[in-house]
Every structure is written in structure tokens, then in C-alpha cells.
């Protein structure tokens, strides 16, 4: 079911003549380059321009059938598709982008282009739905979401539509509505976070009570809903679906919701926390109470349900206790050790290890470079198990070294590359700094490492030894001699590599965009060439002769952009949000098995080579009868909330750095 005119549109479009699109060599045309990207360097940036002058251009005929146009557009990988040649001014270019829209795996840049042409183009030809809303949920009704990257750009472009003002969205009340009472799929719950980001939540909450169906898609809507504060006027209604009233499948879907309502967080507690011994809600409780943070745990409620956990994991086979929700419940029995006394936490501790070897989750953060998980401790010469679940789009690693030595094991596994050392794992090197290590852990994917702690006492940091993602992927295993006792007062290790920065604010554009030029004046270049050096920005960009060799000259980057220092921001800020091709990276998954990411500065017919090492001009070349498959990312390596330790003042003082710094 359609929301707008859709077919309408494809209708004119083929009423337009079409002329084939002539198959000449052609160098990519892009935007701007990023202010704070990876860019042109010598002799890689004309090995890659001469690599794109090699694609030609797709020859696509857009007189065709929709069913033709699609076909051909479809066998197009995104780099040839983004070849294609687009205008505004003409109707018969709609496919082009509303395949660049809908496609897995585009830069957002691409997708913003795409609906400002969609919109242009409904415009051109006068339909009534000639909005922004309108193309968007056309994009979404009927979009696969099959596949994790299908379901994925189902929330990119539902984003796109629930970030829209929430006046423009209540213009489209009648239209949200219908999508929430009949649309198929995850687009009925875009439809009730519409409904509820345009103030229309009475509404959306009136048509989520017609049935059960209903009251899922209600849910999962409020999970979609961008902002806190509207979240947060959902939430007694949503525990009002948490008692025994409801369905199980309500129920838990409810239970899950309430780990995205931040207001209320010792309530949650308290209200999750009974369910724990409810067999079909232990699951979905887990997960919300382990995102509840420590101070809104109850003393007492967290001792009760340390002995149902315990309790659950004496009764678990020994052959289910290694999936992922029996390792859930005992990381939440492990954080609750800490509101009980020593004693009492030390004798349900030693029942836990008659029965399992303690587990530390350590995740990855998505676009973050980082892991989630700053410090952990364990006790000395005991067996512990890591499980590194990455969650981001590039290949991560853990590997945890000697006190005092994560910058060397880091910058050695640089000269190991991707073809193994220690125990033939990648980046990691043959060297006694090195204690213990996963390989590269593929997006989506974990890896257990399990070893007993070292003997004696002391901060050992783990890091990613990745090319260049040390400076901001790491943490310390904190080796204690009594564990227990060490929980119930915790002492923060001292910062691997010296920083003292903690989160102040996850920073956007808006707050910054009313007083942006009144902001800059005033500021101390050296002030801001510090910072620009603490936050590692001249590892992969150069400002005059200081800096690396892998980013753009950032003091050429206001002339790029004409002097739009709104746009110099947003590509600090929102690194992914603007790709330019020549500058993503690249995913190459060898016929071994391996995984290389990189750059590509030269591809012809027989090899691709790639800049993989950001401290090292030499690149990697595979043959192409190597390559089992080769993706490029949507994601930039320049990870977003990279800026999020530094204060308003101190992000504003290195945007004046690189403004005054133009050459």
C-alpha cells in the first residue's frame, strides 16, 4: 500500500523521452572534500584519480518499462550507480534517485541529495504529494528488511522522515495514521513515531489499543522516536503493557521499550526487576535492567535478584550456559555483586564458579571507535572469559598487553599488517607485551577469548590494534588481588595513553548554528592547534608541515567549501554524514579468509591497491583472484563523537584554528 502518489509519478516519468547515456570514460564528480576526512596525498590521490578515470559511465535507457529501469539500475554496485547521470530538471532521472535513496550502503550525503531531487522533481510535474514526507514514506513502504543492511537502511530513511519538524509532520497526521492502523511491516511503527513526534500521541496511543498487533507496532514506534523527552511522555504507558493483563508478547516487547525511556530509571529497576523469575520475560528483562545504571539499582532488590540469578544459573544445562542470554544474566549478576556486601557478594560469586567461568561482554560502538566498556577488573590468576560482540561496520580486534606498553603492541602491529603474526592473528605482533588477543572480529560478529588472569596485580590495557584506532579504541583490565572487596569501592584506572577527558556532550550542529560566527571571534590559534593535536586530528591531516599523509589538507578546507563554516562543522561533527568516493574505505574479503580495509588508490584488471596503514605510505596490493569480495563502506573511518570530550568553547577554538589557518 502506497501513502502518496507514487505510481502516479512513474506514470509521468515514462512520458518523458529518455536519450542513452553515452558509455565515456569519466572521472568521479563529487562534492567537496571532508573538513575533517580522508583525502588527496601526492602521489595516492593521482593513483586514484587515475582509477576513476578508468570507470565508465553506465549506460542506462530511461525510456523504458519501471520494471527495465529498475533491472538496470539494480546491477549497478553503488559506485556506478552514483556515475549515473542525474538532473533535476528532468522527470526521467526519478529512478536514478529514488535508487540512490532506497539503496543499502549510500552516505547519507547522497541520500539527503536524493530526496531534495525527489521532491524537486514532484514539483516539476505538479503532483499533490510534493513533500518531503510524502517521499519518504514511499521510499520505506515495501523496502526489504530481510537482511541486518536492509533493516538498516530501513532506519536511515525512517530517521530521515522522524527528524523532519515536528509541524511538517503534522501535516501528514491523516497519512502517519493510516500507515499505523494498516501498513505492512516495521513502516507501522514509523507510522506511530510520526504520529507521535507530531504531538499526535493520544491518537497514535487510541489506534495502538484497537488489538494486540496494534500495541506491538505501537512499541516497537516508540523505540523510533529521535527525541528523549517525547520518549520519555510515553513511559507510563508503556509500563501500564508490563503487567499480567497483556500478553506475553506485549509484555516483553514492553519490558524492551523501557531500556530506551531514560526518565524513571529506579522505577524501571524496580519494575523489571520483579519479572526476572518469569520464565518467558527473564530474557527481555535482563537486557533493560542491564542498561539501567548502578545508582538506580535498589540495595535490596539487587540482593534478591543476585539470588534468583544464581538460582537460574545452578538450574541452566551445562550446555545452554554458553549462549548469549545465559551470558547476559551473569554479567547483571556480576553488576549487582557490587550492591551487596563483601561477604555476601563473595559467597554467591564462588557458587557462580562452580558452574561458569566469569564472562565480561566488551562491545563495540557504532561509527564510535570505541568499545563500550572502559575498565573492568578481574581477580588475580583466575580463569575469565572476554566476549568481544562488534557492533560497528568495520572489523575490530582486542588485545590486551603488559602495563605501560599499549602504544608500542599498537604500533608494532602496524608492521605486521593484515597477514598475521602472533598465533597468525592480524595487526597483532609476536612480542611478550602481548598477553592475549582476538583476531579481527567481523561487523556483526563475536569472539570468545578465554585465559585465566595474570598473577600479579596491576592495569593492563587492551586496544584495537587496527591501523590507527589506538588512539581512541582501548580500556584496562584491572587485575586485583580480592575482587569483591575491590567492587564495593572501585578505584578508576589511570588512562592508558594519559588522557583525562571525559564525556561532556554528544554534540550536534544545531548547538552551535545560532551563534557560529560570533563564536570563532576572538580565539587563540595556539589554543586550537593544541586541541586539534590532543584530539588526533594531524594523524590523518595536515595543517602547513605538520600532520599525516592519509587525510585533505584541512588548511585548504574553508576555500572547498566557500566559507560555510556550518558545513566545515557538520563534516567535524557528522563524519559519515558526506563521503566523498575517492576517500571511503574499503572492505576486501580474501579468498583466505582475511580481511583488509583500506583505501583504494589504484584498481585496474588485475589488482586492487590499497592505502591500508594511515602511518605508512606503502600500500597493499591484492590480486583480484584474491578477492572473494570487496564492499565499500558507507562509514567514515574518522569515527562520529570524536569531539564529545571537549567542551563548547574547546570545539569552537579548533574550528577557529582551522579557519585561520587557510592558506
Not at 583466575?382 to 568481544?388: A, D, F, N
Not at 563475536?446 to 595474570?454: H, K
Not at 556550518?566 to 574505505?585: F, K
Not at 574518522?638 to 570530550?645: R, W
Amino acid at each position: 500500500m502506497k501513502y502518496s502518489s507514487a505510481s502516479l509519478f512513474a506514470s509521468v516519468v515514462l512520458s518523458f523521452a529518455a536519450t542513452p547515456f553515452a558509455a565515456t570514460p569519466l572521472a568521479v564528480a563529487q562534492p567537496p572534500a571532508h573538513a575533517h576526512h580522508h583525502g588527496e596525498h601526492g602521489d595516492q590521490a593521482a593513483a586514484h584519480g587515475d582509477a576513476d578515470a578508468e570507470v565508465e559511465r553506465p549506460k542506462i535507457f530511461l525510456d523504458k518499462s519501471p520494471r527495465i529501469v529498475e533491472y538496470q539500475l539494480g546491477r549497478l554496485d553503488n559506485r556506478r550507480l552514483l556515475l549515473v547521470e542525474r538532473s533535476t530538471d528532468d522527470a526521467k532521472y526519478a529512478p536514478v534517485y529514488e535508487a540512490i535513496l532506497t539503496r543499502s550502503g549510500i552516505s547519507p550525503q547522497f541520500r539527503d541529495e536524493a530526496l531534495d531531487a525527489l521532491v524537486k522533481l514532484r514539483e516539476l510535474v505538479k503532483l499533490p504529494e510534493s513533500d518531503a514526507a510524502s517521499v519518504l514514506l514511499d521510499a520505506i513502504d515495501g523496502l526489504p528488511v530481510e537482511s541486518r543492511q536492509e533493516q538498516q537502511t530501513f532506519a536511515q530513511i525512517a530517521s530521515m522522515l522522524l527528524d523532519l519538524p515536528a509541524e511538517t509532520l503534522g501535516e501528514k497526521r491523516a497519512t502517519l495514521a493510516d500507515a499505523a492502523r494498516s501498513g505492512a511491516g516495521p513502516i507501522r511503527g514509523v507510522g506511530f513515531a510520526g504520529l507521535i513526534v507530531a504531538g499526535a500521541s493520544d491518537k497514535a496511543w487510541e489506534i495502538a489499543e484497537s488489538d494486540d498487533q496494534a500495541t506491538l507496532a505501537w512499541l516497537e514506534g516508540v523505540t523510533r522516536v529521535p527525541g528523549r523527552q517525547s520518549r520519555n511522555d510515553q513511559r507510563d504507558r508503556v509500563v501500564s503493557l508490563t503487567d499480567g493483563a497483556h500478553p506475553i508478547p506485549v509484555r516483553q516487547a514492553a519490558v524492551t521499550t523501557l531500556a530506551v525511556i531514560p526518565k524513571g530509571q529506579a522505577d524501571t529497576f524496580t519494575t523489571v526487576a520483579k519479572m526476572i523469575g518469569e520464565p518467558e520475560l527473564r530474557d527481555a528483562a535482563v537486557r533493560t535492567l542491564l542498561k539501567v545504571p548502578d545508582t538506580a539499582r535498589d540495595d535490596t532488590l539487587a540482593a534478591e535478584l543476585v539470588k534468583r540469578l544464581v538460582a537460574h544459573a545452578e538450574a541452566t544445562p551445562k550446555e545452554d550456559r554458553t549462549n548469549d542470554a545465559f551470558i547476559d544474566a551473569m554479567q547483571l549478576a556480576d553488576q549487582l555483586f557490587t550492591r551487596l556486601p563483601v561477604d555476601a557478594a563473595r559467597a554467591a560469586r564462588e557458587r557462580l564458579r562452580e558452574i561458569t567461568v566469569r564472562v565480561v561482554r566488551i562491545r563495540t560502538v557504532e561509527e564510535e571507535m570505541r568499545y563500550d566498556l572502559p575498565y573492568f577488573a578481574v581477580e588475580a590468576g583466575r580463569p575469565v572469559q572476554l566476549v568481544l560482540q562488534n557492533e560497528d561496520l568495520m572489523p575490530h580486534n582486542l588485545v590486551i598487553t603488559t602495563p605501560e606498553s599499549l602504544q608500542d603492541v599498537a604500533q608494532a602491529g602496524l608492521a605486521v599488517g593484515p597477514r598475521g603474526g602472533w598465533q597468525g592473528k592480524p595487526y597483532v605482533p609476536e612480542s611478550p607485551q602481548v598477553l592475549f588477543a582476538t583476531g579481527m572480529v567481523q561487523p556483526h560478529q563475536q569472539e570468545r577469548l578465554t585465559f585465566d588472569a595474570p598473577s600479579e596485580p596491576g592495569e593492563y590495557p587492551y586496544v584495537c590494534t587496527f591501523p590507527q584506532h589506538w588512539y581512541r579504541m582501548y580500556g584496562v583490565m584491572v587485575v586485583v588481588e580480592d575482587l569483591d572487596a575491590w567492587l564495593q569501592d572501585p578505584v578508576e584506572p589511570e588512562n592508558p595513553i594519559g588522557s583525562n577527558r571525559s564525556f561532556v556532550q554528544s554534540w550536534t550542529v544545531d548547538d552551535f548554528r545560532d551563534d557560529l560566527q560570533s563564536g570563532l571571534r576572538g580565539r587563540s590559534p595556539e589554543i586550537g592547534q593544541r586541541l586539534f593535536a590532543e584530539a588526533s586530528c594531524f594523524g590523518c591531516h595536515r595543517i602547513g608541515d605538520e600532520g599525516g599523509v592519509i587525510g585533505p589538507r584541512l588548511d585548504e578546507t574553508f576555500e572547498r567549501w566557500k566559507g560555510d563554516t556550518v558545513a566545515v562543522l557538520r563534516e567535524i561533527l557528522e563524519p559519515s554524514h558526506r563521503i566523498d568516493d575517492q576517500y571511503a574505505m574499503h572492505l576486501v574479503l580474501t579468498a583466505d579468509g582475511q580481511t583488509i580495509s583500506g583505501i583504494v588508490v589504484k584498481e585496474d584488471r588485475d589488482a586492487v591497491t590499497l592505502l591500508t596503514n594511515p602511518e605508512s605510505p606503502e600500500p597493499t596490493v591484492i590480486e583480484k583472484d584474491d578477492i572473494e569480495e570487496m564492499v565499500k563502506s558507507s562509514t567514515s573511518m574518522m569515527p562520529k563523537a570524536l569531539l564529545d570530550q571537549y567542551t563548547r568553547d574547546e570545539v569552537l577554538e579548533i574550528l577557529a584554528y582551522i579557519k585561520s589557518s587557510q592558506r
